[in-house]
Each structure stands twice: as structure tokens, then as C-alpha cells.
Antibody, heavy 123, light 113 residues
Framework: QVQLVESGGGVVQPGGSLRLSCAAS????????MEWVRQAPGKGLEWVAY????????YYEDSVKGRFTISRDNSKNTLYLQMNSLRAEDTAVYYC????????????????WGKGARVTVSS | DIVMTQSPDSLAVSLGERATINCKSS????????????LAWYQQRSGQPPKLLIY???TRQSGVPDRFSGSGSETDFTLTITSLQAEDVAVYYC?????????FGQGTKVEVK
């Protein structure tokens, strides 16, 4: 059973930093691309970042480029999102998600999601 | 960036009736190399994370009831719920994964009439 558990959320002042972690279990973490998706209060889903199964490729949504860094430690089955220079508009629930198991080697949708970590950026 | 536009923003359907949600992409998301449309549908019930329903525009995820179906190609897609059940009350999102950023539609809220 796929399990993804986010941690590290909280309240931070504008300009501050946070690091989210996502502990994965129930699947071979090192074989799957992983992603972060966020949802501002009362709003829709917004894709944030993607990392290839081996960490060799990373992609970001434009508004977080240069501020957020996605990374992974396959030896610890853990995904990370380092968030720097946080802004009020980064306030959201952040979900980590795994890509589906599909023979296609390119982009895939997400079939496993954590319950999310709440990040509030406020002074 | 590819813009995904869903319609309607909300709809109310009687139990047992059909619900249809449309999703339009601003660019063609059909990839000829694998003959697939890079389009997924997610369901998000209140207070819960999203759940994958459909991918490759029409492939139902394992465990998803067959009353959910996806169709369409290139820029125009549809999610159909053939016989709405109470547990289908949720917000539904389409997402393209053809290119980054992997954009979502704004969501369609489905309620019981």
C-alpha cells in the first residue's frame, strides 16, 4: 500500500525558509518520479515541481524557480522541497505525489498522494 | 504554458443522472510517438487529497468505478459520470502532463441536485 507522509509545514514570515519532507513507503521509491503539488486555501490545484526517479531531471513552476528546490534521497525513501524567500502567495497545502507505474518512460500522471503539509507565510 | 480550461465551473446533477465535465487545452497534447493524449482527471473530495481517476485521456485507473469515463483528443476532453452517486460529490480537475509546467484546470464542483 502506497503511503506518503509529508512533514515540515508551519508558519513562517515572508522571506523565510522551510523544508518539507515526504516519507515514502509501500513501493520502490527509487523507481518513480515524484512531484509536489500545492493548493492555496479555497483554491484549485497548482503543480509545483517534479524530480525524475534518479534525481537527474528537475522541473519547476515558473513562480517558484530560483526559490524552491526539489530533491530526493533514495537511500532514505524521502522526497524534499526546500522553500526559500517565501511569499504570502506560497501559503498552501503542499502535497507530495508519486507518478504512476507505466511503461512509458516520459511524463506521467500521479496516482499516489500524501495528505499534505500546511504552509502559512505571514508576518 | 499550456492553459487548461474546464467547463462548467460547477454543476448540480440528480442522483443516477449523467454528469459531463469538459476540459480544453490551449495546445494539442497528443503525442504521436506513443499515440496518446497526455491528459488526466482527478477527483478531490472535501478535505482529502486528489485521487487519480483517468489518465491517457481515457484509461481508467485501477479500482475506479466504470461509471467514470474519459474521452477526447488533442485539445478537447470530457469526463463523464454516467450515473451519479452520492460519493461522487467532489471537485474534478483535469491536468495536462505533456509539458512543464504540468497545468491543471480550475476545477469543476459537482453537487447533487
Amino acid at each position: 500500500q502506497v503511503q506518503l507522509v509529508e512533514s515540515g509545514g508551519g508558519v513562517v514570515q515572508p522571506g523565510g525558509s522551510l523544508r518539507l519532507s515526504c516519507a515514502a513507503s509501500g513501493f520502490t521509491f527509487s523507481s518513480y518520479g515524484m512531484e509536489w503539488v500545492r493548493q492555496a486555501p479555497g483554491k484549485g490545484l497548482e503543480w509545483v515541481a517534479y524530480i525524475r526517479y534518479d534525481g537527474s531531471n528537475k522541473y519547476y513552476e515558473d513562480s517558484v524557480k530560483g526559490r524552491f528546490t526539489i530533491s530526493r534521497d533514495n537511500s532514505k525513501n524521502t522526497l524534499y522541497l526546500q522553500m526559500n524567500s517565501l511569499r504570502a502567495e506560497d501559503t498552501a497545502v503542499y502535497y507530495c505525489a508519486k507518478d504512476i507505474d507505466d511503461s512509458w518512460s516520459g511524463p506521467k500522471p500521479m496516482d499516489g498522494w500524501g495528505k499534505g503539509a500546511r504552509v502559512t507565510v505571514s508576518s | 504554458d499550456i492553459v487548461m480550461t474546464q467547463s462548467p465551473d460547477s454543476l448540480a446533477v440528480s442522483l443516477g443522472e449523467r454528469a459531463t465535465i469538459n476540459c480544453k487545452s490551449s495546445q494539442n497534447i497528443f503525442y504521436s510517438s506513443n499515440n496518446k493524449n497526455f491528459l488526466a482527471w482527478y477527483q478531490q473530495r472535501s478535505g482529502q487529497p486528489p485521487k487519480l481517476l483517468i489518465y491517457w485521456a481515457s484509461t481508467r485507473q485501477s479500482g475506479v468505478p466504470d461509471r467514470f469515463s474519459g474521452s477526447g483528443s488533442e485539445t478537447d476532453f470530457t469526463l463523464t459520470i454516467t450515473s451519479l452517486q452520492a460519493e461522487d460529490v467532489a471537485v474534478y480537475y483535469c491536468q495536462q502532463y505533456y509539458s512543464t509546467p504540468r497545468t491543471f484546470g480550475q476545477g469543476t464542483k459537482v453537487e447533487v441536485k
